[in-house]
């Protein structure tokens, strides 16, 4: 069982749509990274919070550190949206530990 | 353009060939490291560099060797390739283990036959 969940697993929607992907984790962690992972195999780090929320564009990255969730969001969704998008975390100055990926597919 | 350049982006190799990966960083960053992806996995580290001539061991190091002999470069080698070490390897750097700057390599699809 990987220590990282992410849900869901895939996500199809329509081009304008509000995502929502959701990460959850079972240990006490120092950081949580958001990644996004595009078709051609290149890796972006989107964010890094350890509390509340941190916009970028059109990215929201949320986090509770009590409940040990972590949420991306996506608003008016795009097809070039299209990505896997991983979450990581980090405790103290351990290295990261990586979910799965969620596999977003935006159709215009 | 600043970031982790790695090569090759493809490569196949046989059975008991060996190979490097190059990896290179102009960002001055201490850490860098490895990893390999599997489909439904996540990412896992095989190797890791916390500085100029310090390596160490991650979750999957068996294989594979990486030397650190200056900053930017961190080479990952398959001494005697198999195919259970075929995957995507990527190369990242950052300001510390914990990811702050974290910068990946655009990826190695490796086929071992």
């Known amino acids: 069982k990987n220590e990282v969940e992410q849900s869901p697993q895939n996500l199809t929607a329509q081009e304008g749509e509000f995502i929502t992907i959701n990460c959850s984790y079972s240990v006490g962690i120092s950081a949580l990274h958001w990644l996004q992972q595009h078709p051609g195999g290149g890796i972006v780090s989107l964010f890094m919070l350890s509390s509340g929320k941190k916009k970028h564009g059109r990215l929201i990255a949320t986090i509770n550190i009590q409940e040990k969730h972590s949420s991306l969001h996506i608003t008016a969704s795009h097809p070039r949206d299209s990505a896997v998008y991983i979450c990581a975390y980090r405790r103290g100055n351990e290295k990261l530990t990586f979910g799965t990926g969620t596999r977003l597919t935006i159709i215009p | 353009n600043a970031g982790v350049t790695q090569t090759p982006k493809f490569q196949v190799l046989k059975t008991g060939q060996s190979m490097t990966l190059q990896c290179a960083q102009d960002?001055?960053?201490?850490?860098m490291s490895w990893y390999r992806q599997d489909p439904g996995m996540g990412l896992r580290l095989i190797h890791y560099?916390?500085?100029?001539?310090?390596?160490d061991q991650g979750e999957v190091p068996n294989g594979y060797n990486v030397s650190r002999s200056t900053t930017e470069d961190f080479p990952l080698r398959l001494l005697s390739a198999a195919p259970s070490q075929t995957s995507v390897y990527f190369c990242?750097?950052?300001?510390?283990?914990?990811?702050?700057?974290?910068?990946f390599g655009s990826g190695t699809r490796l086929t071992v036959v």
């Open positions: 960002m001055n960053h201490e850490y």
């Open positions: 990242a750097s950052s300001y510390g283990p914990g990811g702050y700057g974290y910068t």
């Open positions: 560099s916390v500085g100029a001539g310090i390596t």
